[in-house]
């Protein structure tokens, strides 16, 4: 009965590769986010989807590019992976802005 | 830019003492809210206050907001060792209501048994 969930978990692949992360939530909410967090913990918005909607896109390469099939799933596909991406993803999802619910993490390393 | 500053960076107590955490913001808000992350876990949401409150509790936990000085502080008593993680504040600004949270850079609180 996980509420947000995510795959892989864990992802070590070769700089050039082109990877995707998976989320989906059963908690019929509306928006859904991947942020990213850093080595220092940092933790920054990517992307947000209200509804399959792109409602925030930051200041992401466009290596990046998420996919939103329906307002449950919202996947994250990332070309031409550089060293300066291994990071962890989490997606998350929230009803009406209030409280994020996030997946468990995508611990991308990039070798 | 980065709306949310935690302070310390780092925190480490023993069991039974209480631990407090700030954070402060810049710009105007909806709410903030809190959340604890353990090592190698997602975030968890521990608690929101809105910017018309000025104090919040729940269980062993106690959040204060002052949007004159755009701060707010976190506190817990009686502390853990399972309370060892991180905790960030976020908030939800006025400019993006609802469309987003900006995380602040967390405090590492280790309790020691």
């Known amino acids: 009965d996980t509420a947000v969930s995510q795959t892989p978990k864990y992802l070590v692949t070769q700089m050039g590769n082109d990877k995707s992360i998976k989320c989906e939530q059963n908690?019929?909410?509306?928006?859904m986010y991947w942020y990213k967090q850093d080595s220092k913990k940092f933790l920054k918005i990517m992307f947000s989807y209200n509804n399959k909607e792109l409602i925030i896109n930051e200041t992401v390469p466009n290596r990046f590019s998420p996919k939103s099939p329906d307002k449950a799933h919202l996947n994250l596909h990332i070309n031409s992976l550089e060293l300066g991406d291994s990071a962890v993803y989490f997606c998350?999802?929230?009803?009406?802005?209030?409280?994020?619910?996030f997946g468990e993490g995508s611990w991308l390393t990039v070798v | 830019s980065q709306q949310g500053e935690e302070d310390p960076q780092a925190l480490s107590i023993q069991e039974g003492e209480n631990a407090t955490m700030n954070c402060s913001y810049k710009t105007s808000i909806n709410n903030l809210q809190w959340y604890r992350q353990n090592s190698g876990r997602g975030l968890v949401h521990l608690i929101l206050i809105r910017s018309n409150e000025r104090e919040k509790h729940s269980g062993r936990l106690r959040v204060t907001l002052d949007t004159s000085k755009k701060s707010s502080s976190l506190l817990i008593t009686a502390s853990r060792a399972a309370d060892t993680a991180s905790y960030f504040c976020a908030t939800d600004a006025l400019e993006t209501s609802g469309s987003r949270l900006t995380f602040g850079e967390g405090t590492q609180l280790t309790v020691n048994p």
């Open positions: 908690l019929g909410h509306d928006t």
């Open positions: 998350a999802s929230s009803q009406a802005g209030l409280t994020i619910y």
